[in-house]
């Protein structure tokens, strides 16, 4: 394994990030080692990085979508061989471990949140994918969210409704797609401009997220219909109040999983369930395997799952990632993506 380098934040909210040599990486059982080919800027990075509270230990590694080539393979992580192309879901937000941080040139995943992706994908391509894959189902598979059924290549189909705030989003697209595979219907929101991509992202049915009545709007089309819950993919106060009044009218399941990180009590009528939900949840439940080990790498290599977002590739090595977090804050719906060759 060649010198491991990282892009570091060496301080509270100190800018840009320093490029310095970092510990080598290993794997521990249920771990692998991957030589990073891409990585991808989510808003969670900006935060960490300009968050006017000065609560982590320094210096300390960002990055949480990842994607490269497998060089090392613990004794339990049997799904993976050494030279596989892999996407993951890189966990240093959740661990406080610097090995699981994305911007380096090796990272450590968690075998239960890393798939294999075909030859047919590009590294670009997939590394848009995990922490809205992660989140998504969290929101959709947990038995404390919605409970769905698991997603499946053929999956079997249901009556039953999934209604999706945010539904072109990078976090809304994931729980669009995932929850169609698993045999749903979903009614999603999106602006006006956005409703064929929502189509062909699955959902059934889209409204107008502006819509002056929106959760009205939401419960009329779904009127007779059986819902299996909300995903809040926004995770805004007005989301999350249209997410629980749409459900509140709707025969089913009435439950709520949002992004957001705070729920007051009483935005929740009597009857109805909201949860706030994080993705890293899934590393310690059967979710984890049940999409990255059971569905994604098939769905993947079968072409079932659409590629979304699109990425826009903004620099090549650890040193162009300040510039492209920069850039992430005003991407125009893509994925700000820097390469590591």
Same mark, same amino acid.
């Given at each position: 394994?060649?010198?491991?380098?990282?892009?570091?934040?060496?301080?509270?909210? +100190?800018?840009?990030?320093?490029?310095?040599?970092?510990?080598? +990486?290993?794997?521990?059982?249920?771990?692998?080692?991957? +030589?990073?080919?891409?990585?991808?800027?989510?808003?969670?990075?900006?935060?960490?990085?300009? *968050?006017?509270? *000065?609560?982590? @230990?320094?210096?300390?590694?960002?990055?949480?979508?990842?994607?490269?080539?497998?060089?090392?393979? !613990?004794?339990?992580?049997?799904?993976?061989?050494?030279?596989? /192309?892999?996407?993951?879901?890189?966990?240093?937000?959740?661990?406080?471990?610097?090995?699981?941080?994305?911007?380096?040139?090796?990272?450590?995943?968690?075998?239960?949140?890393?798939?294999?992706?075909?030859?047919?994908?590009?590294?670009?391509?997939?590394?848009?994918?995990?922490? !809205?894959?992660? #989140?998504?189902?969290?929101?959709? =598979?947990?038995?404390?969210?919605?409970?769905?059924?698991?997603?499946?290549?053929?999956?079997?189909? +249901?009556?039953?409704?999934?209604?999706?705030?945010?539904? #072109?989003?990078?976090?809304?697209?994931?729980?669009? /797609?995932?929850?169609?595979?698993?045999?749903?219907?979903?009614?999603?929101?999106? *602006?006006?401009?956005?409703?064929?991509?929502?189509?062909?992202?699955?959902?059934?049915?889209?409204?107008?997220?502006?819509?002056?009545?929106?959760?009205?709007?939401?419960? /009329?089309?779904?009127?007779?219909?059986?819902?299996?819950?909300?995903?809040?993919?926004?995770?805004?106060?007005?989301?999350?109040?249209?997410?629980?009044?749409?459900?509140?009218?709707?025969?089913?399941?009435?439950?709520?999983?949002?992004?957001?990180?705070?729920?007051?009590?009483?935005?929740?009528?009597? !009857?109805?369930?909201?949860?706030?939900?994080?993705?890293?949840?899934? /590393?310690? @439940?059967?979710?984890?395997?049940?999409?990255?080990?059971?569905?994604?790498?098939?769905?993947?290599?079968?072409?079932?799952?659409?590629?979304?977002?699109?990425?826009?590739? =903004?620099?090549?090595?650890?040193?162009?990632?300040?510039?492209?977090?920069?850039?992430?804050? *005003?991407?125009?719906?893509?994925?700000?993506?820097?390469?590591?060759?």
């Amino acid at each position: 394994m060649d010198t491991n380098f990282a892009a570091l934040l060496v301080g509270h909210k +100190r800018k840009p990030l320093v490029v310095d040599e970092a510990e080598d +990486r290993f794997a521990d059982e249920s771990e692998i080692v991957i +030589r990073n080919a891409a990585v991808a800027m989510n808003p969670i990075d900006v935060t960490m990085q300009e *968050s006017p509270w *000065s609560v982590f @230990n320094y210096p300390l590694v960002l990055g949480v979508d990842v994607a490269g080539e497998v060089v090392e393979v !613990g004794s339990q992580a049997t799904q993976f061989s050494v030279g596989d /192309r892999v996407l993951g879901h890189a966990l240093r937000l959740a661990t406080e471990d610097d090995r699981h941080g994305a911007f380096q040139n090796y990272t450590v995943l968690m075998s239960n949140m890393a798939c294999v992706i075909p030859p047919s994908m590009s590294y670009e391509n997939a590394v848009v994918l995990p922490l !809205g894959v992660s #989140t998504a189902a969290a929101a959709l =598979f947990q038995e404390d969210t919605l409970a769905l059924q698991p997603p499946r290549v053929d999956p079997e189909e +249901r009556d039953v409704w999934v209604i999706v705030l945010g539904g #072109t989003g990078s976090v809304g697209s994931n729980g669009v /797609r995932l929850a169609v595979a698993a045999g749903y219907k979903v009614i999603a929101t999106a *602006s006006p401009r956005s409703f064929n991509l929502a189509k062909q992202l699955g959902a059934a049915e889209v409204v107008d997220y502006k819509h002056p009545e929106v959760a009205n709007e939401l419960a /009329r089309m779904l009127s007779g219909k059986e819902i299996a819950g909300a995903f809040d993919a926004n995770g805004q106060e007005d989301t999350i109040k249209t997410a629980i009044a749409a459900v509140s009218q709707c025969d089913g399941n009435k439950v709520v999983a949002t992004v957001g990180d705070w729920i007051d009590p009483a935005w929740v009528p009597r !009857g109805v369930k909201a949860k706030p939900i994080m993705g890293v949840a899934i /590393r310690d @439940n059967e979710v984890g395997q049940m999409v990255y080990e059971d569905f994604l790498p098939y769905a993947l290599a079968l072409e079932k799952y659409m590629k979304y977002p699109d990425p826009l590739v =903004f620099g090549d090595g650890l040193g162009s990632i300040q510039d492209a977090l920069e850039k992430s804050k *005003s991407s125009g719906g893509k994925k700000v993506v820097v390469t590591i060759k």
